[in-house]
């Protein structure tokens, strides 16, 4: 079973944590992991790169030149792709990227990058309290406690809009309900902190699919 360090708002540590085999030990599925990040990669994808072609671009209904007698080639719009301001052969058009991949291949993926990240020992349990107010300052103090180094990524049980915007502009700072991040959000950043218990939010990579 994985553990990992706990800490508190103080930036103290407060012993070490068992972590649950579902989430942080699991085998690490690269497969699984490929999948998810590609397909989410790709679903980001705008697909808004558009080009004309000679019969959508304005202009070319008369025909240049006479067919023959003038010694050039016969030409019969101005709009041909041959000239300039003309339209394009086989150019980008509007595209749907979109990927589909099962929830439970997500929920798996999600498990692996976290799994990988704790045999990596990046992986920190820390203990929130509530944010009456936005408070920036609070949270960096925090953070420099946590033996965090590069991009942090914060996993936390419910929504706090004031936790949010205390660390909006925090730099390497990403914060998420554990329950709406995925396998691309924890390979992107070096460290994952995890809010006690929100592994408790989430249907198990095995479970069933219940959201």
């Given at each position: 079973m994985?553990?990992?360090?706990?800490y508190?708002?103080?930036g103290?540590?407060?012993?070490?944590?068992q972590?649950?085999?579902?989430?942080?030990?699991?085998?690490?599925n690269?497969?699984?992991?490929?999948?998810?990040?590609?397909?989410q990669r790709t679903?980001?994808r705008a697909?808004?790169a558009?080009t004309?072609?000679k019969a959508?671009?304005?202009?070319?209904?008369?025909?240049?030149?006479?067919?023959?007698?003038t010694?050039?080639?016969r030409?019969?719009?101005n709009?041909?792709?041959?000239?300039?301001?003309?339209?394009?052969?086989?150019?980008?058009?509007?595209?749907?990227?979109?990927?589909?991949?099962?929830?439970?291949?997500?929920?798996?993926?999600?498990?692996s990058?976290?799994?990988?990240?704790?045999?990596?020992?990046?992986?920190?349990?820390?203990?929130?309290?509530?944010?009456?107010?936005?408070?920036?300052?609070?949270?960096?103090?925090?953070?420099?406690?946590w033996?965090?180094?590069?991009?942090?990524?914060?996993?936390?049980?419910?929504?706090?809009?004031?936790?949010?915007?205390?660390?909006?502009?925090v730099?390497?700072?990403?914060i998420?309900?554990?329950?709406?991040?995925?396998?691309?959000?924890?390979?992107?950043?070096?460290?994952?902190?995890?809010?006690d218990?929100?592994w408790?939010?989430?249907?198990?990579?095995?479970?069933?699919?219940?959201?």
């Open positions: 994985a553990e990992a360090s706990r508190t708002m103080s103290s540590a407060s012993g070490k944590v972590l649950p085999d579902e989430w942080f030990g699991a085998e690490v690269k497969s699984a992991m490929y999948q998810a990040t590609r397909a679903n980001s697909g808004t558009s004309k072609t959508l671009v304005r202009g070319g209904g008369a025909k240049p030149w006479r067919q023959k007698g010694g050039r080639a030409a019969g719009s709009r041909s792709p041959l000239w300039k301001g003309g339209g394009t052969i086989f150019g980008p058009t509007p595209k749907n990227w979109h990927e589909r991949v099962p929830q439970k291949v997500r929920r798996i993926a999600f498990a990058a976290l799994s990988d990240k704790a045999a990596d020992g990046q992986v920190r349990v820390v203990e929130l309290e509530s944010f009456e107010a936005p408070k920036t300052q609070r949270l960096v103090k925090a953070l420099s406690g033996d965090t180094e590069g991009r942090v990524l914060l996993l936390t049980r419910e929504s706090d809009e004031n936790l949010y915007k205390s660390g909006r502009n730099a390497g700072l990403t998420k309900k554990f329950g709406d991040a995925s396998a691309l959000d924890v390979l992107r950043h070096d460290v994952v902190a995890v809010e218990g929100a408790e939010s989430r249907p198990t990579p095995g479970g069933p699919n219940n959201g």
